[in-house]
């Protein structure tokens, strides 16, 4: 995940209510539910110490929920009377629902709950070109038609001479529509910076397609023989392999993290002590959480600047903060990833497998930022 996003978060002064919820349910009684437990929820707010207009906004979030949103969850974080995210989730929370009132907000639990979804273009292909979408943790949205020549594109029965030259002429429309599609599909991804590509449509074309793309894409591609231009039944199939897509890439790129973490040796910090010293000097280049880390929730101390932070409230005198707060190590960690540019990851070793050690590690950058990633 890049973290980047929850910068807004970061630019005003806590303290922060931050709710996740469960909302993966859809039936006659779903608003009457949202109200429930959007009231619970700020009850919870007003006897953790919320003010009573950050208590409203979350209110206001949680209960104006569009009818027939279909997200497995939501995270709401406020402070000062206001929202300033409200996070749709791709994954159900262990718990129905998960509220703090802290000096940061509660954000380490997007990492497997939202973020990690993968950036993604989908082809609809046939052989007049394609239509194009682009799917984000945010949603999908339309990303443009490509269209190609549209004569000749079928074939005749005949087998005659003309009718070899005609055929000739079709494939020729074919992988000149072919290449025209394979274009724009890689513009697409250089726009977006997808991490995925997934092409769909009939086995000829998609394969067509397949080949033109570059070979630094060629990774990044996936191919389904559900869905098409003319949509119908098998739109269901084509989310679903998808979605199935995705999920196998986020696994792909957590198992590699891991593999670069415990090959790294002298370029990795794990503990709570040795990573507050990286952070501090702005050298975490990838934090990697294991979500059930004991050492995920250990207390730091932290100022108002993203490095400065401690293991013991009286070393944050020294960093240029006279009143630390509390805080958790992780949501502490993750602040400093995300306000320097460091990538932050959830992984899920095999069982019996504690790396990295406590729960929480990363992958270094050079000394005192000087912008090299291990």
């Given at each position: 995940?890049?973290?980047?996003f929850?910068?807004?978060?970061?630019?005003?002064?806590?303290?922060?209510?931050?709710?996740?919820?469960?909302?993966?349910?859809?039936?006659?009684?779903?608003?009457?539910r949202?109200?429930?437990?959007?009231?619970?929820?700020?009850?919870?707010?007003?006897?953790?110490?919320?003010?009573?207009?950050?208590?409203?906004?979350?209110?206001?979030?949680?209960?104006?929920?569009?009818?027939?949103?279909?997200?497995a969850?939501?995270?709401?974080?406020?402070?000062?009377?206001?929202?300033?995210?409200?996070?749709?989730?791709?994954?159900?929370?262990?718990?129905?629902?998960?509220?703090?009132?802290?000096?940061?907000?509660?954000?380490?639990?997007?990492?497997?709950?939202?973020?990690?979804?993968?950036?993604?273009?989908?082809?609809?292909?046939?052989?007049?070109?394609?239509?194009?979408?682009?799917?984000t943790?945010?949603?999908?949205?339309?990303?443009?038609?490509?269209?190609?020549?549209e004569?000749?594109?079928?074939?005749?029965?005949?087998?005659?001479?003309?009718?070899?030259?005609?055929?000739?002429?079709?494939?020729?429309?074919?992988?000149?529509?072919?290449a025209?599609?394979?274009?724009?599909?890689?513009?697409?991804?250089?726009?977006?910076?997808?991490?995925?590509?997934?092409?769909?449509?009939?086995?000829?074309?998609?394969?067509?397609?397949?080949?033109?793309?570059?070979?630094?894409?060629?990774?990044?591609?996936v191919?389904?023989?559900?869905?098409?231009?003319?949509?119908?039944?098998?739109?269901?199939?084509?989310?679903?392999?998808?979605?199935r897509?995705?999920?196998e890439?986020v696994?792909?790129?957590?198992?590699?993290?891991?593999?670069?973490?415990?090959?790294?040796?002298e370029?990795?910090?794990?503990?709570?002590?040795?990573?507050?010293?990286?952070?501090?000097?702005?050298?975490?280049?990838?934090?990697?959480?294991?979500?059930?880390?004991?050492?995920?929730?250990?207390?730091?101390?932290?100022?108002?600047?993203?490095?400065?932070?401690?293991?013991?409230?009286?070393?944050?005198?020294?960093?240029?903060?006279?009143?630390?707060?509390?805080?958790?190590?992780?949501?502490?960690?993750?602040?400093?990833?995300?306000?320097?540019?460091?990538?932050?990851?959830?992984?899920?070793?095999?069982?019996?497998?504690?790396?990295?050690?406590?729960?929480?590690?990363?992958?270094?950058?050079?000394?005192?930022?000087?912008?090299?990633?291990?």
């Amino acid at each position: 995940m890049e973290p980047a996003f929850l910068t807004p978060l970061y630019e005003r002064p806590g303290p922060w209510a931050s709710v996740q919820v469960d909302t993966g349910w859809t039936d006659e009684s779903a608003a009457a539910r949202r109200e429930l437990q959007a009231r619970d929820i700020c009850d919870e707010l007003a006897a953790l110490g919320c003010d009573e207009a950050t208590g409203a906004a979350v209110y206001e979030a949680l209960t104006a929920r569009p009818d027939g949103a279909e997200d497995a969850g939501r995270a709401v974080y406020a402070a000062g009377g206001e929202v300033v995210l409200d996070q749709p989730l791709s994954a159900r929370p262990p718990a129905p629902m998960d509220v703090t009132w802290s000096a940061l907000p509660r954000v380490a639990p997007l990492l497997d709950l939202a973020a990690q979804d993968p950036v993604c273009v989908v082809a609809c292909i046939d052989r007049l070109g394609a239509d194009l979408e682009v799917r984000t943790p945010l949603g999908g949205r339309d990303a443009g038609t490509v269209g190609g020549r549209e004569y000749p594109v079928h074939l005749t029965g005949r087998a005659d001479r003309s009718a070899r030259h005609f055929r000739q002429s079709v494939e020729n429309t074919w992988e000149h529509n072919a290449a025209e599609t394979a274009a724009a599909v890689a513009q697409c991804q250089a726009d977006t910076h997808a991490d995925l590509i997934v092409l769909a449509g009939d086995p000829r074309e998609r394969a067509a397609v397949h080949r033109r793309l570059p070979e630094a894409l060629q990774d990044l591609v996936v191919e389904t023989e559900h869905g098409g231009r003319a949509g119908g039944a098998s739109t269901r199939l084509l989310d679903e392999d998808v979605d199935r897509a995705r999920r196998e890439h986020v696994r792909r790129r957590a198992d590699h993290e891991l593999e670069r973490f415990r090959s790294a040796h002298e370029a990795t910090a794990e503990g709570v002590p040795a990573l507050v010293e990286a952070a501090r000097q702005h050298r975490i280049a990838e934090l990697l959480v294991r979500p059930d880390g004991p050492d995920n929730g250990r207390e730091v101390w932290i100022g108002a600047e993203p490095d400065q932070l401690s293991v013991h409230r009286s070393d944050a005198r020294y960093l240029g903060e006279t009143r630390p707060e509390p805080a958790r190590a992780d949501d502490a960690l993750l602040r400093s990833a995300a306000v320097t540019g460091a990538r932050g990851e959830c992984v899920h070793p095999a069982a019996g497998d504690d790396i990295p050690a406590g729960g929480l590690g990363a992958l270094l950058r050079g000394p005192y930022g000087d912008g090299e990633r291990t």
